[in-house]
């Protein structure tokens, strides 16, 4: 029996890994190929910058070979490319772009600099003259109203001053909402140019819903400018990043909304501009994860992300994953039954439950963990974090193991770093105790993150889950002797509770990444808090024990009292 049980647990828990990411590997349905080389797209947003390269330096010039390797991929997929500025080497494009045969929606990158977007408007002018036919229209501004950087006025004079020296159609591009608040505009251009990010809205619509979100918005903004086409200058959806609210970055979900919304397309004759051709990497510093990853193709390869013909599923190396977590999952039963031999009795079934579940929960997330560290690290911080949680959670796994099969408890913060007097004289225990600090502090860091900066900050579910799991399973079967916990571990469980209520509260009831995340917090909160609740326990017990002695003595006295006195209540002299 007591080897027939463990091997059992082994089994199912090797089942329930390969099964759960059989799941999570299901191709999608789509109605049409999100890109299908034999149809080209309409036109897509172009910008050339790769690794660190940034518009944000002015000095930067991107080469005209970067652009033109660029431009020969994206003439098998386009037929138009659009840009936003002709700084950084953007007015190589036009003259690139014709010996491809696309043609080029050129934009105007303007903002509060006069004179700026004097000299970029004069330059545009000259290319539009010395490129024609490939430039077949001129967008003056992009989102510029809303990020309050001119006047509707000052706009629409720039607007008007640029169409008598262009003989291609003049727009201007921004957000539907402003659209629908500034009217008058759409009086200047010569068609109006939409941006819809349903990801981005206030109230973003699941990707399931998006693509009829966005036509549903687009027939709105036709009726408030009757006899102006409307182009959808800007649509798309991320591959990767956060959840907001409902609205899930995944691969699966980028493909369907770009499959949805060109079918849309198609049958409702308006044209699209999908937002973008490439991943872009240097957004990830100002909109976090989820910045970076809205291209067609990947940044680094430079390649589609769903070829023609090609099953699209979320975790493209799903098998490799899934070894590698099976992997991790034979190491924690290994590391139990090491143990085991060291330990003169059996342990009782709970335990060997805990380290099944410690190794199906590894075993499922260590694929997950490793994926979101490769696409959420960004620069060394970035990594460091995410390379720490993905070891923290794999050597909770083995170590919290180990301690289960040897009945011991976790070692509180101060037996690790307190004075040299009581801390805990076993390697392993520390070991065991730094992962479970580190795990602590990567949480608290997260936590406050999610609190005061949650627009751009990733819910780290997996990592934490995959850490802090084992540590419970530690917490509830080998409570500490003592019961006695320092002041750290409350005021952690502290902050974990209040942020987890905080950020349910914040991110709504839809977003399931927080609500997994806030478990985690409150799981942690609960490992850490659980030996004060022994220690409050105990205290009561000794409270009470003494009161009872208190009574029990005074009863005893009494007793002595009425023994000596005499049949009318007189005691004896």
């Known amino acids: 029996m007591a080897l027939r049980t463990p091997l059992a647990l082994f089994f199912i828990s ?12 299901i191709p999608a349905t789509l109605v049409r190929a999100p890109i299908d080389p034999a149809a080209k797209l309409e036109c897509v947003s172009y910008a050339p910058f790769r690794g660190d390269q940034t518009p944000r330096n002015p000095d930067l010039i991107v080469s005209k070979e970067q652009i033109a390797e660029d431009l020969r991929e994206l003439a098998k997929i386009t037929k138009c490319i659009r840009t936003y500025s002709i700084d950084n080497g953007l007015d190589q494009v036009p003259e690139l772009a014709s010996s491809v045969g696309l043609k080029v929606l050129l934009g105007v990158w303007i903002g509060r600099d006069r004179g700026k977007n004097a000299l970029l408007i004069n330059t545009a002018v000259s290319l539009i003259k010395d490129h024609p036919g490939v430039i077949t229209a001129i967008i003056v501004g992009s989102e510029v109203l809303l990020r309050g950087e001119m006047t509707v006025s000052d706009l629409r004079e720039i607007i008007r001053s640029v169409k008598p020296r262009v003989d291609i159609p003049v727009t201007y591009a921004d957000v539907w909402e402003f659209w629908l608040r500034y009217r008058e505009v759409g009086a200047d251009v010569d068609f109006v140019t939409v941006h819809f990010l349903p ?46 609210d409902g609205a899930l970055p995944s691969r699966i979900n980028q493909a369907r909304f770009i499959s949805e919304i ?7 004759n308006f044209r699209v501009n999908l937002f973008e051709a490439y991943d872009e990497p240097w957004k990830r510093r100002w909109e976090g994860t989820v910045g970076g990853y809205w291209g067609l193709l990947d940044e680094a390869d430079r390649k589609l ?45 709970a335990v060997w439950i805990a380290v099944a579940v410690s190794a199906t929960v590894g075993g499922v997330l260590f694929g997950i963990v490793a994926d979101k560290m490769f696409h959420e690290g960004y620069e060394f911080g970035g990594w460091l974090v995410q390379g720490l949680l993905l ?37 392993i225990v520390n070991i065991l105790g730094v992962t ?24 780290p579910f997996a990592g934490l889950t995959m850490a802090v799991v084992p540590f419970c399973t530690v917490a509830l079967l080998n409570p500490p002797k003592s019961g006695a916990r320092p002041l750290a571990e409350a005021v952690f469980a502290g902050l974990f509770a209040a942020a987890a209520l905080y950020i349910i509260f914040n991110e709504g009831s839809h977003n399931w990444q927080s609500l997994w995340t806030c478990a985690a917090y409150l799981m942690l909160g609960t490992t850490l808090w659980r030996p004060r609740t022994v220690a409050i326990a105990e205290t009561a017990l ?12 005074a009863s005893q006295a009494q007793g002595q009292v009425i023994q000596l006195a005499g049949p009318n209540g007189q005691t004896d002299s």
């Open 14 to 25: 090797l089942g329930v890994v390969a099964t759960v990411w059989w799941w999570l590997a």
């Open 199 to 244: 990801y981005w809205e206030d109230f973003p619509p699941r990707a399931e819903d998006a693509a009829a979100h966005v036509d549903d918005v687009r027939k709105q903004v036709a009726v408030a400018f009757p006899g102006k086409e409307i182009l959808i200058g800007e649509t798309g959806w991320p591959s990767q990043g956060r959840m907001r």
């Open 262 to 268: 060109l079918d849309r397309a198609g049958r409702g």
């Open 305 to 349: 992300k769903y070829p023609a013909g090609a099953a699209i599923s979320n975790y493209p190396f799903w098998k490799l994953q899934m070894v590698c977590g099976m992997v991790l999952c034979i190491c924690v039963f290994g590391t139990a039954l090491l143990t085991l031999r060291r330990r003169p009795s059996s342990p009782r079934l």
């Open 391 to 427: 070891a923290a959670g794999i050597a909770a796994s083995l170590l919290s193991t180990n301690a289960l099969m040897s009945g011991r408890a976790l070692p509180s913060f101060l037996e690790v770093l307190g004075p040299p007097k009581g801390r805990t004289q076993l390697f």
């Open 436 to 459: 479970l600090i580190v795990t602590t502090l990567i949480a608290a860091q997260t936590a406050l993150g999610l609190v005061f900066d949650a627009r751009w900050r990733d819910f």
């Open 542 to 553: 000794i409270a009470a024990t003494a009161v009872l002695c208190e009574v029990g003595s």
